[in-house]
């Protein structure tokens, strides 16, 4: 990285770092002692159990209820289904179905080789993703590079067959990113549903079936791209952990991964989310992920300007979290976005100063940058005219990942060439003004270097706030995005089980004790 | 007397429109006359094809520009104008103090599979939008905004529970129409549970005006860059009425 163009103080940087670690070990210190329901079923789903049983219920959370009912879940499911293979269940799936009745989990004894029986199941999880992982990796050594920022295009038709169809249009167009956005109330789900899906409500719902089918039609026009079209999906929610998994088997590159989101704006409980976050991560670091944090959304319901520095606080806590569970800073796609509105004098030079300020306070993250959403007013021309100053600040402060602006945000899911226009703009910006962070510098005392110190300080001083109480007390407090939320309230909480002295998740450990070798960055 | 309007490009009834779509064809000669025929189809005169882009191997997106030849007659319709506030926000809460002696209660919520609280945050959040405090700012006002999603049987229970006099409803539009099935979800519940005459019933969205919304079963609609005092005002007024109050 070159040197600082905004002065930013690096003992105070360093500061907030050490200020995360402290928030962050006081995460680990409560949740260590929890698992969840949703952390257990992908433990079998890495294990290879998958399919619903006759009522649609997916065999993951039919196995998990039955242990939760005979009192055993505190030991980890993978005990469970061990033992079950240690005495008798031939296959995965019969170990499956032993546990997934009431009475056979209630009968079911822990036996003594449970993990001598488990090992060649968890081997062969480790291995596929693994295998994923080096695929990815030899894909993309065998392109150029690619031209950065990544433009990443979202597509959320409901029906994965018509996705496939304006993913792959999307891509020709020059997206290198592909979204699928879920079904609106997916995140609530407490199970993933099944099977190629093709009626959800703005969007598409996450299922393995739709990330095997989406991954091929992209993978089959690699060759005529001469490029790699990353695929990316949402690992947030009741089912997080679950969703790594299933992204981590069919090849995702980026998911969408933070707790902070569903508990301020989907009301999921805190301590849940933050345990299943943490399985999600390891998973996703093993899976050579690069993950997206939702700091972004703070900006889209309270005032972007007086949101800034709990953004930027949110991003220290964020990747002190993600680097404890193993992500390194390539898979680190922390958010940030250009929501301050356009009405406001000087309101671009805010935007650039905290866009400076993210690159320059985290030099080798993935930034994920998103579009202006808030003050999108249906005035296409108007919202056209703000998208070009967001490409231009995305490269003029060179961000990772752009998402592209919608002309059209806010009145209906895009239209084709609604996508085409925004790919075009964001291309064009991105060659037109190729060079243009190298040659920009600022007045050393101007708006943009006092705007981005007045941030750091700010994040501080918000740092400081939460290591003293904790992230918990923050979250109880509204902290961030000026929504309270209680430890033991919102959904999912009694989906949080205490685990017992001997609790076992093999994959857990496979994941902590042998970090995935460093690899190509994705 | 007739008052007949067409759009004005640059002079008085030359009915100059813009118009821009994707046409499911290659690009192409065919593609282009395709999309003139379109045009001319609509009532469009002398369409004029200025942009006919290959976007997809089967997909071509058309800006086509022409003169409309019909006409409106602006004495033969009729549109209801938005409820428009002229008051503050202190003169609101001192209206509230004076006509009523209490806090009025106020719900706000999506329903249903609408995750989207954009709309309804910039009314009732304290920062608001625009320079303008959402509800939870005001002292006349106990906001209490339910979030997204709320399903409609549970909007009702809410309502019976707090004694609302006021139900705010976001709607997002996402695919197929639904918001305006969830929107009428809750009418028809309302109705059934005997609250409808209870509440006053507003809706809110980026696609919402107050024709729909009224067409819908609601009091009022308000569509977007539409600021809390706007709806503050109109509160006051409903309510008061409803109430009997003045």
Redesign the interface.
Known sequence: MTASKLGLSSERIARCRSLASEVAAGVRRETEKYTTVATERTVLRLLGVDGVDADEVPLPNRAVESLAAAGKLPRGAAVWMGSALAQGSGTVADAAARLSDRAGAAALAEHPRWRDALLPHVERGLERIRGNRSDRERRMASHPPDALPLLYAIVA??NIHEDLVQA??AA??GAQCIAVIR???Q??LDHVPYGATTSG??GTYATQENFRLMRAALDSIEEELGRYVRLVNYCSGLCMPEIAAMGAFERLDMMLNDALYGII???INPLRTLIDQNFSRRINAAAGVVINTGEDNYL????AV?QAPAVLASQFINERLAKDAGLEDWQIGLGHAFEI?P?LEDGLLHEIAQAEAAREIFPDAPLKYMPP??HM??NVFRGYQQNALFALTSVATGQSIHLLGMLTE????P???DR?LAITQADTIRRNARHLADELRFAPDGRIVRRARAVLADAEAILERVASGGLFAALSQGVFA?TRRAIDGGRGYEGVVGRGAAYANPFMEAFTHAPASAGARA | MKRTVRPYGDKKNDGAVQV???LPVAKSALATEAAKRYVSQMGIRDPYVTLA?P???D?T?FVVYGRATHEVDLSAISAEEAPAGALTRDEIDAEIARRFGRRLIVLGCALE???H??GL??IF???GF?GDYGLERYHGFDARNL?A?VPVAEVARRIREAAADAVLVSA????NE?HVRHLTDLVDMLEAERLRDKVVLVAGG??VDHALAKELGYDAGFG??TTASVVAAFLLEEISRRQGVA
């Open positions: 038709t409901g792959q249009a020709r167009a079904s609106t109330a995140s609530l409500f703005g704006f989907r009301d889209t319901t309270a005032d007086e509105d009405e959403t808030k007013t249906g806010a009145l209906h899911t239209f084709l060439h085409w000026d | 821009s779509f994707t882009e976007i997809a191997p997909f997106f599979s609408d995750a609280t954009v945050d910039a959040n304290m920062k625009a979030g999603q997002t539009v996402t695919q639904i980026a696609r977007p860059g």
